[in-house]
């Protein structure tokens, strides 16, 4: 999203895509569980979950507006989880952005408009048209996976590796899905549930996003490779992603 100094530059158009991920836990045991239920009201039902938050955390939530407090603590999902979807967290930055705005009007630090449009992709944007890399990881483990079974090896998830080489010499092989479990509560209960893989602030993906982010944030960069191709040399038609590419190096 551009930034106000964008504006001085008489760039008054920008965007920002947000990744739908919230963090956010507050009943710890199954008994907590049982009298957050017994609260009748809504706001019951938040002053509830305040009281159980640290001070820190209990004052963001309570700065909340009500309907985004609300969406917040929703039934869960048959696995424990919060129904991040149903959260209009694309409407709860926007209401921050323009209180913002309009203290920095006051302040007379900002003069141009703000008129934002919202759009939620929710699975669309894992619709887009597949690649030719897309195809070859598909099929790749539907490759394998009888394989693995031929030899008895049950329990387990394939995997490839190498993948920022050609596909001919991408590695498979598989993952005892054991391996993967760690224990973590749900409905009252520790149970075996594969880790949920959250953004890593450390690894090399953020790590050049983080690198350009000053840059980005004021001036207007980026990569339009056109629409994706199927026939033409390697390097252009089957390569992967970048994310990929700078995860191994190969970027």
Not at 128 to 141: C, G, I, K, L, Q
Not at 181 to 198: C, D, S
């Amino acid at each position: 999203m551009k930034s106000s100094q964008s504006k001085a530059e008489c760039r008054s158009r920008g965007f920002l895509l947000l990744r739908r991920v919230i963090h956010f836990q507050y009943v710890d045991s199954h008994q907590n569980r049982l009298l957050f239920d017994h609260q009748k009201t809504l706001p019951q039902k938040r002053e509830f979950v305040a009281a159980k938050l640290t001070a820190a955390a209990a004052s963001l939530y309570r700065s909340l507006p009500d309907d985004i407090a609300n969406q917040l603590i929703l039934d869960r999902d048959p696995h424990g989880n919060v129904q991040v979807a149903r959260i209009d967290t694309q409407r709860l930055l926007i209401d921050l952005v323009e209180a913002r705005l309009k203290e920095m009007k006051a302040a007379g630090t900002y003069k141009a408009s703000f008129s934002p449009q919202p759009h939620y992709f929710g699975y669309e944007g894992g619709c887009a048209v597949p690649s030719n890399f897309d195809a070859d990881y598909t099929y790749t483990p539907l490759l394998h996976r009888p394989l693995l079974l031929r030899e008895g090896l049950t329990g387990y998830i394939c995997s490839v590796r190498g993948l920022t080489k050609p596909a001919a010499d991408w590695q498979a092989g598989g993952i005892p899905m054991a391996q993967m479990m760690n224990l973590e509560r749900r409905h009252g209960k520790m149970v075996p549930v594969i880790k949920k893989a959250l953004v890593e602030l450390n690894g090399p993906a953020f790590k050049e996003f983080e690198k350009h982010r000053a840059s980005w944030a004021k001036e207007t960069q980026y990569a339009f490779p056109g629409p994706i191709q199927y026939f033409g040399p390697a390097e252009v038609c089957d390569r992967p992603t970048i994310t990929l590419e700078l995860e191994s190096g190969a970027f």
